[in-house]
């Protein structure tokens, strides 16, 4: 059974900029989680997705988005880079309902 | 409300010495718990996890944890440290909320392992 696959792994931005990640999920599971990691933040949980809806959003600006599609694929976007945006994304996915996730390898995102 | 607390954001321990990562939490319900680690350039993998029943969790790589309730505790230890030990881990609980797990990391304590 495949993993998580996340896209790209490594990208550098400017600032002003947008980006789009995506995530493909562990086949079968409908819940995909993203999750921006920094060394002086940890784990910052940034939204869930679940059967195209989201379900759970953490505090991040407007301008952090998501979506997910019928086929459990999602897609993350932020808007207007900001230095500060410099991370690494995480995407997880889930199937049962014990919470256990599953995750990618991880975009990393520099934006200068 | 559920929340992870991790003593220790580093933690340094010789090749061979017990390793010793703690974990507490808060929950209104009965959680399940997780010990993620994650190593450079990765995502995070699961070690082990606390769901119902036994108390005492193996998990992959020799590392075990115990989920003591009256202690709302759930640390994560090794007999013996291997240099490919050193990594980070995440502690985390899940508990429903609004017919879902929610989850909950901690901060994170990165493993180092001195030869």
């Known amino acids: 059974k495949a993993g998580v696959t996340q896209t790209p792994r490594y990208l550098i931005k400017t600032r002003g900029q947008q980006v789009t990640l995506s995530c493909s999920p562990i086949s079968g599971h409908r819940s995909v989680s993203w999750y921006q990691q920094t060394p002086g933040q940890g784990l910052q949980f940034l939204f869930e997705y679940f059967s195209e809806t989201q379900r759970n959003k953490g505090n991040f600006p407007g301008r952090f988005s998501g979506r997910q599609f019928s086929n459990s694929r999602s897609e993350m976007n932020v808007s207007t880079l900001e230095l500060g945006d410099s991370a690494l994304y995480l995407c997880?996915?889930?199937?049962?309902?014990?919470?256990?996730?599953?995750f990618g390898e991880g975009s990393r995102l520099t934006v200068l | 409300a559920q929340s992870v607390t991790q003593l220790g954001s580093h933690v340094s321990v010789s090749e061979g010495a017990l390793v010793l990562l703690r974990c507490n939490y808060s929950s209104s319900v009965p959680p399940y718990l997780f010990w993620y680690v994650q190593y450079p350039n990765q995502g995070l993998q699961l070690l082990l996890k606390y769901t119902t029943g036994a108390t005492l969790v193996k998990g992959i790589n020799g590392f075990e944890a115990e989920f003591k309730k009256s202690e709302t505790s759930f640390h994560l230890t090794k007999p013996s440290a291997h240099m490919s030990d050193a990594a980070e881990y995440f502690c985390?609980?899940?508990?429903?909320?609004?017919?879902?797990?929610?989850?909950?990391f901690g901060i994170g304590t990165k493993l180092q392992v001195i030869p």
């Open positions: 985390a609980v899940s508990a429903p909320r609004g017919g879902y797990q929610k989850v909950t």
């Open positions: 997880a996915s889930s199937f049962g309902s014990a919470g256990e996730l599953f």
